[in-house]
């Protein structure tokens, strides 16, 4: 093996150079403790009920119970053994997330420079650049942990393109196979979706250059290598796919069956599947708002008081201040925000002389690629351009937050900067040729900088949407008041414009200094091996201290603000009187749950010494789960938009952006959470306890009208289309009637049945349930579980019998007199035929992998 170590030992202080950054900005991690994420306790609340199961068989659920009255966890936690490469993740054990995230951010991104032949120096600048955008440390405080996981793929991905399209055909391809399976398995196909366009404008740029200079068979080369190496990191990763492919059909995203809104007016959306166009665009970035990529703070920053802004209010009156400081300090027109996305000054002067001055063949897809992100950000601001995508893209419409697009422009504007350098480093006469371009640039820049300074009134709006209009309505009705209005409204500005200088004042300054760097480089005064080490040293201190705004190590008192403990994350409810009332009075009427409680708390007592309260809860609550299946309407904590209740109980309600379409529809026409909720649908969904508020606190009230978990309907009605059969829910006895569609007539074969008879739940498992029935004649059973074809197979007597959905969203089906067991097992082959493909393909792909490594090493390459 010939290795060229000079080289090793200075891509080895490259890799430790990032582990040590990384692990001092998250510090905290290294000592047991875990950001505080908002995502990420919903998360739990969630995947509660899925991860006891997984402790207790150790096999994968695949549904859970525990939200929307049951539904597939494929989008919630699921664990996919197959992909041989999911193994990586386990270095996490070692180094732990989130500098793990951020290391790997780093490493790919200097793997991408590297293929470009980027000097080590310069590679870490961008690594750096890249890495510590605010955009991603945002997501990360929100929790948004799988879209970090994902991004970090996104540079190493387009190396292995770039290697085959330098015609290092197989190497390119392993690389891209093995980045893009990785990035696949982080599950966020959002980020994958953008991954795919950026591809796209490269590939593209690349098909206009080999056809220009008759490069058709390099070309069909290049096609070829990149679909193999596509379809291995698809296949490797096919039981994600797979299954999110078959459920996303049946969620919000998927076909809309109904041809009438919930008020009875007709849907003229026109939309027949995917997300509603205003639920896509409701997070879009206000075109102003685009300034934040240069001084983070051109719209105020976060959302929040003002007041948190000392600085801010220096300014302000005296008489105003206390007003003014509970006022908003983003005046954005997103809804709210954890924060601005901020690339970076000197990023953005760099970006910006090159995309005037560099000769690189991948400048212009770079400058395609930002200018579509930043424009596809706008959304609804810019609506034109996002509906041709929403319209005509495949599967754009499923996707929402537009605002995520910005983080192609948060990897193409740092790639594009480092090209700027490495070509002015190199390049003989490059600063001869372009100094008037580069003057030009940075002047250009900066005077508008000063421009924005000196009259910033003149150019931004400080006030948000809407604001001005909910001022004037006041000052309306309250005439004698638009004076004192008028003067807080001055105030007010006055407070915004200080946060909107002070940050334009910082980046001005670092434009500058990047001005200096970039001009001290083209005199060749002094080396750039001085120079860049200090670039990327001044970015890294810039990056590094806006993003300490949104995750930093401060401790209030002896407690972090920012961190908790790993157990608190573990437990990040507690239990309240009426979580407990409930449980209570399921322990007193079912001695044998408290039989199970106790065996359940002695072994864990064993195992792990005292109980504390919210161990010996954690047990009550997921033994009672285990063992029950009634479920709750809690009226209390933000019906359909929180896990809360989740996490202790089985809801009818909960919070999930992938819900299943029937389900949604179903809330919205018969359990709104304003109030008018239908009682029979609460009853056919075994809706035993309701959770609501009264004047002396929230209480636990018990619904006697509730099923069960089934029930043997005697008349049968049949409905022609899905706005009758949901209509039908109206004024109907669940008791007795059971609403079916017409498709499925070749399944009931009677209009009307025998109710003599009993059906008993002899077993609750999230993805097996077995009854026993006792039956005098022929009858239909409805079963109190939520109807979902893909997966779920029923048995009478252990062989296999359809089921169908019946009251819109339930399963039924008919069943034989006599006694008989009947048997529902969740068994989608999404996931099992897909885990035995995922295994033998990414069992080739390590192969392949580890084939060309060696083969690397035995030869000269690098």
């Known amino acids: 093996m010939q290795i060229d170590k000079n080289k090793t030992l200075i891509h080895g202080i490259a890799i430790v150079l990032f582990l040590v950054i990384s692990g001092i900005f998250f510090s905290p991690a290294f000592k047991g403790f875990v950001l505080s994420q908002g995502d990420i306790q919903s998360w739990v609340g969630m995947s509660r009920a899925i991860l006891d199961f997984r402790e207790a068989y150790g096999s994968e659920p695949l549904w859970t119970a525990n939200m929307f009255g049951g539904m597939p966890a494929f989008q919630i936690s699921m664990i996919t053994d197959g992909n041989l490469l999911g193994y990586i993740n386990e270095l996490r054990n070692i180094y732990p997330r989130p500098p793990f995230y951020f290391f790997i951010m780093m490493s790919s991104f200097y793997i991408l420079m590297l293929t470009l032949k980027v000097k080590p120096r310069l590679a870490v600048l961008g690594a750096l650049a890249f890495a510590f955008s605010s955009f991603f440390m945002i997501s990360l405080e929100a929790g948004h942990n799988s879209k970090i996981d994902a991004v970090s793929y996104l540079p190493a991905i387009v190396a292995g393109m770039i290697l085959v399209i330098r015609k290092k055909y197989i190497a390119g391809s392993i690389l891209t196979a093995v980045a893009l399976s990785l990035q696949i398995s982080a599950n966020h196909f959002q980020i994958t979706y953008y991954t795919a366009i ?7 740029a690349e098909m206009v250059r080999a056809l220009k200079q008759q490069e058709q068979k390099h070309l069909l080369k290049v096609i070829g290598f990149l679909v193999v190496a596509a379809l291995l990191a698809v296949s490797s990763n096919i039981t994600r796919l797979w299954t999110t492919y078959t459920y996303v059909e049946s969620t919000m995203r998927g076909e809309n069956e109904l041809t009438i809104e919930a008020d009875g007016a007709r849907n003229l959306t026109g939309q027949e599947s995917g997300l509603d166009k205003d639920y896509i665009t409701n997070w879009s970035l206000g075109i102003g708002e685009t300034w934040s990529l240069l001084f983070p703070n051109a719209k105020g920053g976060p959302t929040g008081a003002i007041g948190n ?3 801010a209010l220096e300014e302000v009156s005296p008489r105003a201040r206390q007003y003014v400081g509970q006022m908003n300090q983003y005046w954005g027109n997103q809804p709210f925000t954890a924060g601005p996305v901020y690339v970076g000054a000197i990023i953005v002067l760099l970006f910006l002389l090159g995309a005037f001055t560099v000769k690189h063949w991948l400048k212009w897809p770079l400058v395609v690629l930002t200018a579509l992100s930043i424009m596809l950000a706008w959304g609804k601001n810019f609506m034109w351009f996002t509906e041709l995508f929403i319209d005509y893209f495949p599967m754009y419409n ?98 915004r414009e200080s946060i909107f200088k002070a940050d334009l004042l910082r980046s001005f300054f670092l434009v500058l200094l990047g001005f200096v760097g970039v001009f ?23 990056l590094w201290f806006v993003d300490r705004r949104y995750i930093h190590n401060e401790k209030s008192g ?41 065996r359940n708390m002695a072994e864990l007592q064993q195992k792990e010494g005292n109980l504390d309260e919210s ?25 359909y938009n929180s896990s809360r209740s989740s996490y202790f109980h089985k809801t009818i309600g909960g919070y999930n952006a992938a819900k299943l379409m029937r389900y949604q529809q179903l809330i919205e026409f018969h359990m709104s959470s304003g109030g008018q909720f239908n009682r029979s649908v609460l009853n056919m969904l075994n809706t035993k306890y309701i959770i609501q508020k009264t004047q002396n606190g929230p209480s636990v009230t018990q619904n006697p009208e509730a099923i069960g978990h089934a029930w043997l309907a005697k008349n049968v009605n049949w409905v022609p289309n899905a706005d009758e059969e949901i209509k039908a829910l109206d004024n109907f006895n669940p008791r007795t009637d059971v609403v079916i569609d017409e498709r499925f007539k070749d399944k009931v074969s009677q209009k009307e049945y025998s109710q003599e008879g009993t059906i008993t739940l002899e077993q609750f498992k999230l993805n097996d349930l077995k009854y026993s029935v006792d039956l005098t004649d022929k009858s239909f059973v409805v079963f109190s579980e939520i109807f979902y074809q893909p997966g779920w197979q029923a ?68």
């Open 198 to 204: 950026t591809l796209l404008v490269i590939g593209i």
């Open 309 to 311: 802004n000392e600085d």
């Open 558 to 598: 002896r407690n972090y603000e920012k961190w908790v403990k790993k157990e608190g994350q573990r437990q990040p409810y507690k239990a309240q009187p009426y979580d407990l009332q409930i449980l209570q009075t399921e322990l007193q009427n079912r001695p044998e749950v408290s039989q199970e409680v106790e």
């Open 615 to 639: 161990d010996r809860n954690r047990v009550m609550f997921s033994t009672l789960d285990s063992m029950s299946n009634y479920r709750v309407l809690d009226l209390v904590n933000n019906t």
């Open 520 to 542: 001290l480089i083209g005199l060749k005064k002094i080396q750039p091996k001085v120079i860049v080490p200090i670039l990327a040293a001044v970015i890294l201190i810039d």
């Open 398 to 495: 499923k996707f929402r937050s537009v605002t995520m697009m910005l983080m192609v422009a948060e990897f193409a504007m740092p790639l594009l900067g480092v090209l700027f350098l490495k070509e002015l480093i190199e390049k003989d006469g490059f600063w001869a040729e372009n100094k008037k371009k580069i003057f030009i640039v940075s002047g250009v820049l900066a005077g508008i900088m000063l421009l924005f300074m000196m009259t910033p009134s003149s150019f931004f709006d400080f006030y948000a949407n809407g604001e001005l209009a909910r001022f004037e309505a006041q000052k309306s009705s309250n005439p004698q008041a638009a004076s004192q209005i008028d003067m807080m409204l001055a105030e007010l500005e006055i407070a």
């Open 795 to 862: 048995y009478i007597d252990g062989e296999e019998v359809d089921h169908i959905r019946v009251n819109w969203i339930l399963r039924g089906m008919e069943v034989p007199a006599g006694e008989h067991d009947i048997e529902f097992k969740f068994r989608p082959a999404s996931y099992e035929v897909g885990e035995k493909v995922s295994f033998a393909s990414s069992l080739i792909l390590v192969l392949l992998a580890i084939g060309v490594l060696i083969k690397s090493l035995r030869g000269k390459n690098e």
